[in-house]
């Protein structure tokens, strides 16, 4: 190429393998966005990759973590019992000794590995009360800076401690939105009953007026057959004219409800617009504690979201804390402990489980262009397989991660079958 003339792209992707094209696709890209789609682009690009054959689809995105908690285990101690109570017990010790920095050194460990697994885009709650105060925020905060050439990180202020039951957590619930926050979470189900739940939605709604935001909440995250906050959050929404912009986390109640009741929060939720985000990896090792034989999974509907046309997204929420001594922020693998958690196994059902950390996940955070168009975002994920459910099954290595048309991050592993020290034989 003559130096002189600068290419029009800023990146080729060679030889792709793009989801419902037949044949092996170009893929170019200039200003991080992608630029052209097809067969074969003339000329060379600043940058150029041959991914020989490689499927290559928009990067991962993860709408539920929380970056303020992760890696926290190693630091006080193993949740013994396993239980929430023992979990939230850690948790105030944590954030009462943490600083920024030691947030932001955490947070940062688990949004590398976040990148290096195919994931450009995340959602955190973050925890406001009065026991941490704003240090939690302000920890994820420079983390996200310090991280923002690798990933965009959308943050939701998220009273832990409830609102009504924490008095002082309001206040910081705006001091949160003031400083930074993106997004008003909240835990209704936390306080200590009914009419102080709707409360809580109901400070939260105002908040989230006050700032123009979306919403966020943990709603029902309990065995009790008798929370209704995902009810009283549909109500809030419809009142105050938030449709589609409210999502629900966690509901694991929904397994204990009555499916008369659940069928009928469903309808009104699809009516409301809700979205909801499962998290199958914590709640399938928190929920059904004290249960005997047989063990509710804990988890919301998800077959039930799914055909009433509702979107489902997965998140990994947590990763080696107090609540959860796993994770890997990878959302392939949460993709599959999804499948097996609600029973997803037929292609329809396998399209439902990608599309929750993939289409589905980048609707809650409302990112705009997510497909391998020209216009969209060049976001992109080039995985070591030719097709997407094998992908998931084979849990298949992220070769390249492309953010904004640049690579940033690649993994390279190499396999081999030895017969014998002088036979090896190919992997
Ligand atoms: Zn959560």
């Known amino acids: ?87 939230i017990e850690i948790l105030h010790r944590i954030k009462r000794s943490s600083t920024a920095e030691d947030v932001a050194e955490r947070a940062g460990v688990v949004i590398r590995q976040a990148v290096l697994s195919g994931t450009t885009r995340i959602r955190t709650h973050v925890d406001v009360d009065t026991v941490g105060g704003l240090n939690p925020l302000r920890g994820v905060m420079q983390a996200a800076k310090e991280h923002a050439d690798l990933c965009d990180i959308q943050i939701v202020a998220f009273p832990q401690e409830g609102v009504v039951r924490d008095p002082g957590a309001a206040e910081l619930m705006d001091a949160a939105m003031r400083e930074g926050g993106d997004v008003v979470g909240g835990m209704p189900h936390w306080e200590t009953d009914d009419e102080s739940a709707r ?40 009142r105050n004219g938030w449709q589609g912009r409210v999502t629900a986390g966690h509901c694991c109640a929904m397994a204990a409800w009555s499916d008369d009741y659940a069928g009928a929060v469903i309808r009104r939720a699809a009516a409301a617009g809700l979205k909801f985000v499962t998290n199958p990896a914590t709640n399938l090792l928190l929920q059904g504690r004290l249960d005997t034989e047989p063990r509710r999974r804990g988890l919301p509907r998800v077959k039930e979201l799914l055909a009433a046309g509702l979107v489902v997204a997965c998140g990994q929420d947590c990763v080696q804390d107090g609540f959860y001594p796993f994770g890997a922020a990878d959302q392939l693998q949460v993709a599959l402990i999804l499948c097996h958690a609600a029973q997803l196994s ?43 459910h094998e992908a998931l099954r084979l849990q298949a290595n992220r070769r390249w991660v492309v953010r904004r048309g640049t690579i940033v991050a690649a993994t390279s592993v190499t396999s081999t079958i030895n017969r014998g020290t002088d036979r090896p034989v190919g992997g």
């Open 199 to 238: 409360e809580h939605i109901g400070i939260c709604m105002q908040l989230a007026q006050r700032y123009d935001a979306d919403i966020d909440m943990h709603v029902d995250e309990t065995d009790d057959p008798g929370s209704r906050t995902l009810d009283m959050l549909i109500d809030a929404t419809a």
């Open 346 to 388: 037929v292609p329809a059902e396998i399209d439902a489980a990608l599309a929750s950390i993939r289409h589905s996940a980048a609707q809650i955070m409302g990112v705009r262009g997510y497909a391998i168009e020209p216009g969209c975002t060049a976001d992109l994920v080039v995985l070591d397989s030719d097709d997407m």
């Open 1 to 87: 190429m003559n130096p002189a003339a600068r290419s029009p792209f800023d990146l080729i992707l060679r030889r792709a393998r793009v989801e419902g094209r037949l044949t092996l696709t170009d893929i170019a890209i200039w200003g991080g966005v992608i630029s052209q789609v097809t067969d074969h682009i003339d000329g060379e690009g600043e940058s150029e990759l041959d991914v020989g054959g490689s499927l290559v689809s928009p990067a991962f995105v993860q709408p539920h973590i929380h970056l303020d908690k992760v890696g926290t285990l190693p630091v006080l101690g193993r949740n013994a019992s396993g239980t929430l109570a023992e979990a």
